[in-house]
């Protein structure tokens, strides 16, 4: 090949920008295709960044800490075909402003429903049994004795698991603590859902949930009428033994209504895997309580589950760059 007609190739193919390193998997795919530029920094791009670095771009790979809108369509500017979003939720997507502009808009579902609800099944696990306060007790060298009445906590089997939205995640965890420790399952959802594998499950609406339930499971998707769904009323129908997870998204829980909760053991405990924003402050209230334990959004963070993301976000991107349906399409 000549260097002219590899030169003609080689501007042929759309760029695209990648708004932080994804695993190679998909970072191989999108290079095969498309000429990437990657922010490499551990941070990501402030939206002044972002703005500079998709001009001209034909494609962009983004995550939830990326704001994409009418500001960031105009930057990149009209020949912008396909946003592909790096995780399940889109919310950091303007999507009514990308269908308008005929903008195709992916996700990634599916790949981490089990790891997901296995990072549930662990933040229960961890805060009914005291497990973060308790290992640093013994880092810090306090661990002093074996105690008769020292670091009691919850039982779990066959006590009663609320789960607040009985998607794909919320089902998983359903049957993982149903069939392992036996627990009663009552789950708020806008329709019946037949949950093979567990055999004793109700719907019922929010509050009876929260006063029914010894553990507390949220899986719903954020909108208008998740955000701050959980706050101090809820808070006081849940019992004293209750324990919260959170693996879904921070802005449904009122992280301040949460702390005042914990502090004054209105409900036992709660294991967050995801907080508004993110990171949360570390003078944040809740953040110094030892019956709260708050892990860094990694849910996901298994190598199999990263990379089976990593490839649905790249197919997608690909198939919006040329034309063809969105393996995973949100529009």
């Not at 055999?199 to 949220?218: G, H, K, N, W």
Request: aromatic share 4%.
């Amino acid at each position: 090949m000549s260097s002219s007609n590899a030169t003609a190739l080689e501007s042929a193919r759309p760029k695209v920008f990648v708004t932080r390193r994804l695993p190679d998997v998909g970072l191989k795919i999108i290079s095969s295709r498309c000429d990437p530029q990657v922010w490499q920094d551990r941070l990501p791009p402030t939206f002044e960044q972002l703005l500079h670095a998709v001009r001209g771009c034909s494609g962009l790979v983004t995550l939830l800490s990326d704001r994409i809108d009418a500001q960031v369509f105009d930057a990149a500017g009209p020949q912008l075909r396909v946003v592909s979003n790096y995780a399940v939720g889109v919310n950091n997507i303007d999507l009514p402003e990308a269908i308008r502009r005929g903008i195709a808009v992916g996700n990634t579902p599916g790949v981490l429903t089990d790891a997901t609800a296995d990072m549930a099944v662990t933040l229960m696990l961890a805060a009914a049994r005291h497990l973060k306060p308790a290992s640093d007790e013994v880092r810090s060298g306090n661990w002093k004795t074996w105690e008769p009445t020292g670091w009691l906590g919850c039982d779990i089997a066959g006590k009663t698991l609320g789960i607040i939205g009985m998607g794909r995640i919320g089902a998983t965890v359903a049957m993982r603590m149903s069939g392992g420790w036996n627990m009663n399952v009552l789950y708020m959802s806008r329709s019946e859902k037949p949950l093979l594998g567990v055999p004793f499950s109700t719907r019922v609406e929010l509050d009876p949930l929260l006063a029914a339930s010894d553990f507390i499971s949220i899986h719903t998707n954020l909108n208008d009428q998740s955000r701050g769904m959980i706050g101090r009323r809820e808070f006081a129908l849940m019992k004293p033994n209750a324990v919260l997870v959170n693996t879904s998204r921070g802005a449904v829980i009122d992280q301040d209504a949460l702390a005042e909760a914990l502090a004054s053991r209105q409900i036992f405990a709660a294991g967050l895997d995801v907080t508004d924003p993110e990171p949360l402050d570390a003078n944040h209230p809740l953040v110094a309580l030892p019956n709260c334990i708050i892990a860094p959004h990694i849910a996901s963070a298994t190598f199999g589950t990263r990379d089976a993301m990593a490839e649905i976000c790249a197919k997608n991107l690909i198939a919006g760059l040329f034309g063809e349906p969105l393996p995973a399409a949100v529009c």
